[in-house]
Each structure stands twice: as structure tokens, then as C-alpha cells.
């Protein structure tokens, strides 16, 4: 048994792989693989949000690419679908959005950075 991730469409899964063990039998998982938390689509604006301990929430990455454009800076107001950093990914520009009005509190990256998808782009103050 073999466990992997893959990421197909911008979507990341957890699999395990059953491996032959002779003519024709195959190793069974004792407990089936949970489906690792898919990542936001490459079209989709909407990041991932999670609380961090400073009262924050961070501003995830939906798809890898590379920063193309910082729209918003430390101490800036922003909306709710107001776009914080834009990734460029596939020739395409794909805005990600603030999941919440707040005020930033730090950018995480600069102009031209790689970056994964889930990766922390910018932490946001709540308003």
C-alpha cells in the first residue's frame, strides 16, 4: 500500500494505492483513505479561511501560480470579494478576495513569489 497526493484541476486529493501481490490478488485497506481537503478550484475567488492566534484570518492561495499584482497593503480597509493579491496562474489572472470586511494586517508576499495553492498570501484583521 502506497499513499500519494495528487492534485487534479487545482483540486488536491489524498489516495492510497493497492499494490499486486501476485497473479492477480490484490491488498485490501483495512480502514478505506479519507479524501484529503480539497484545494478552492484554479477559477474560483473565494480563499480559504482560517483564524490564526492572533485574531487574524489568513488569506489562502486558490490555486499555485505566481503573485502578479499586490492590490491592497498593511493597514488598507477592505470588503468583503474586495481583491487583496492577484496570482497568475496558466496565463490566466485570478483574483483572491477578502472572505470578510477587515483591515490588512500583513502581506505575505511580494511581486513575482511562487506560490502553492493554500499557501498564505495576506493576514486580515476582522472589522
Excluded: C, H, W
Aim: aromatic share 2%; glycine share 10%; net charge negative.
Amino acid at each position: 500500500m502506497k499513499n500519494y497526493t495528487i492534485t487534479v484541476n487545482g483540486n488536491v486529493y489524498d489516495v492510497t494505492v493497492e499494490e499486486k501481490t501476485g497473479a492477480g490478488t490484490l491488498q485490501r485497506p483495512s480502514t478505506p483513505a479519507a479524501p484529503a481537503a480539497a484545494a478552492a478550484p484554479a477559477a474560483k475567488t473565494e480563499p480559504a479561511l482560517q483564524k490564526v492566534s492572533t485574531g487574524g484570518i489568513e488569506v489562502k492561495a486558490g490555486a499555485a501560480g505566481k503573485v502578479f499584482k499586490i492590490e491592497k497593503a498593511a493597514g488598507e480597509q477592505v470588503k468583503k470579494g474586495d481583491a487583496v493579491v492577484i496570482i497568475e496562474a496558466m496565463k490566466m489572472e485570478i483574483p483572491v478576495v477578502a472572505p470578510e470586511d477587515g483591515t490588512v494586517a500583513q502581506i505575505e508576499v511580494t511581486v513575482g513569489d511562487a506560490v502553492e495553492a493554500g499557501a498564505v498570501l495576506a493576514t486580515l484583521d476582522p472589522a
